[in-house]
């Protein structure tokens, strides 16, 4: 399981500023100012990273084209989630690392018409940052913020450039 990025004490630091908008509240009203989002700007795809965050859009019937989910909440295992999909992978993803095999899962799956879930053995946290560079134009990410909310982070160019730098920052992996 090559590795090709590991992250590195001053980048886990900054990776816990939101990299897109931080919606503050309950699920409640993180939900209701989310929908006003996906009526206003209209994504073409909607990426969540994730247990409770692909949790929460089913159960508000989203069409989400990515789920990306750990079977853990706040690091403690949770009961595996209903998730409509019709194509499914299962990586490693040890944490604080990025795989090539999980890239290359975000990306496949990216690139396919169909709903996917990738189900990571490890942790998926850091797969964020591959869904932004791998995401259509105008898509939105979407991942929790500990106590907090959401964040939703639109794909643009200029955050592709932002994320691009964050993955450079990182220290390279070893290959296991």
């Given at each position: 399981?090559?590795?090709?990025?590991?992250?590195?004490?001053?980048?886990?630091?900054k990776l816990k500023q939101p990299l897109g908008t931080l919606i503050r509240g309950s699920f409640t009203e993180t939900t209701k100012r989310f929908i006003e989002m996906v009526n206003k700007e209209q994504?073409?795809?909607?990426?969540?990273?994730?247990?409770?965050?692909?949790?929460?859009?089913?159960?508000?019937?989203?069409?989400?084209?990515?789920?990306?989910?750990?079977?853990?909440?706040?690091?403690?295992?949770?009961?595996?989630?209903?998730?409509?999909?019709?194509?499914?992978?299962?990586?490693?993803?040890?944490?604080?690392?990025?795989?090539?095999?999980?890239?290359?899962?975000?990306?496949?799956?990216?690139?396919?018409?169909?709903?996917?879930?990738?189900?990571?053995?490890?942790?998926?946290?850091?797969?964020?940052?591959?869904?932004?560079?791998?995401?259509?134009?105008?898509?939105?990410?979407?991942?929790?913020?500990?106590?907090?909310?959401?964040?939703?982070?639109?794909?643009?160019?200029?955050?592709?450039?932002?994320?691009?730098?964050?993955?450079?920052?990182?220290?390279?992996?070893?290959?296991?």
């Amino acid at each position: 399981m090559p590795i090709k990025y590991n992250l590195t004490p001053g980048l886990r630091v900054k990776l816990k500023q939101p990299l897109g908008t931080l919606i503050r509240g309950s699920f409640t009203e993180t939900t209701k100012r989310f929908i006003e989002m996906v009526n206003k700007e209209q994504p073409p795809s909607i990426i969540a990273v994730g247990d409770t965050v692909s949790e929460n859009l089913a159960k508000n019937h989203f069409l989400v084209k990515l789920s990306i989910i750990d079977h853990k909440c706040m690091r403690k295992n949770v009961q595996p989630i209903p998730l409509a999909a019709e194509k499914s992978f299962h990586v490693k993803n040890p944490q604080g690392t990025i795989t090539e095999e999980a890239i290359s899962a975000v990306q496949e799956a990216l690139q396919s018409s169909e709903r996917t879930k990738i189900v990571v053995e490890g942790e998926e946290d850091l797969l964020a940052l591959i869904a932004i560079m791998n995401a259509p134009q105008d898509s939105f990410v979407l991942y929790g913020q500990p106590h907090e909310g959401i964040v939703v982070v639109k794909v643009t160019q200029d955050k592709k450039t932002e994320i691009s730098e964050l993955l450079k920052a990182m220290e390279k992996g070893s290959k296991n």
